[in-house]
């Protein structure tokens, strides 16, 4: 009698490349790809970019910011509107601050600087899957900075009704803490001993709770509520 030795095959993460640099854009989805990941598509511009990756599906978008036909950010608008569970890592040769913080508040993930090596790069579209923020270093306390600023400019006008917060359970009151501090879900895992996969689902949890749709909003309530300083 054989022992049954079927393994659970996990697929592949779908990438996605834009630039418009034709050799820049071919080494990246090249590495990419002798990586293990699966590149379901490249793009040159902008307008080609949102319907390839429309019709192609990708779980990580690696975007390029100046491209033409259409800018970066607005391709990340549009693609994060219409799929919120798309994940966007911008790799760019900028690193001013307006364009990192235009291209988070666009629904980018994380944003990393064409400087990065490919090792960095390989790290940074594995945690982008998963839904870590991953920043190069130096532009995570901007981000976070910013998102305490926006946090800080009022939401509601005087007198007007607050809906009635729900319910978080103590564990994803904990986790959103640490989300709101800065931390990496990995980060967070070792910090309260458990799983990745375990943060992970807390946060969506707390996402369908609170009607939110990606960390950015998740980070603003947070310190909205002062979590942050806890």
Not at 28 to 42: I, Q, Y
Not at 84 to 92: D, F, G, K, Q, T
Not at 201 to 208: A, D, E, I, Y
Request: proline fraction near 5%.
């Amino acid at each position: 009698m054989t022992a049954d030795t079927t393994e659970v095959r996990r697929e592949p993460i779908k990438v996605m490349v834009v630039d418009d640099h034709p050799m820049w854009r071919d080494a990246v989805a090249r590495d990419l790809t002798e990586s293990g990941f699966h590149v379901v598509a490249t793009a040159g511009d902008g307008e080609q970019a949102v319907r390839r990756a429309l019709a192609a599906g990708p779980d990580v978008l690696v975007l390029d910011l100046n491209l033409p036909a259409k800018p970066g950010v607005q391709v990340c608008k549009e693609l994060v509107g219409a799929n919120p569970a798309l994940r966007v890592l911008v790799l760019s040769a900028s690193g001013e601050h307006a364009d990192v913080l235009e291209a988070v508040k666009s629904g980018a993930t994380g944003y990393l600087l064409k400087s990065a090596s490919t090792a960095e790069l390989i790290d940074a579209v594995r945690r982008t899957a998963v839904g870590d923020p991953v920043f190069t270093p130096g532009l995570a306390g901007l981000v976070l900075g910013e998102y305490r600023r926006l946090a800080a400019e009022p939401v509601l006008a005087a007198g007007a009704d607050e809906p009635e917060t729900p319910r978080l359970t103590d564990r994803e009151t904990e986790v959103l803490r640490l989300v709101a501090k800065g931390l990496s879900y990995k980060q967070i895992a070792e910090r309260l001993v458990i799983s990745h996969r375990t943060v992970q689902n807390h946060v969506q949890n707390t996402l369908g709770k609170l009607q939110l749709h990606n960390r950015v909003e998740l980070v603003r309530y947070a310190i909205e509520r002062g979590l942050d300083e806890g």
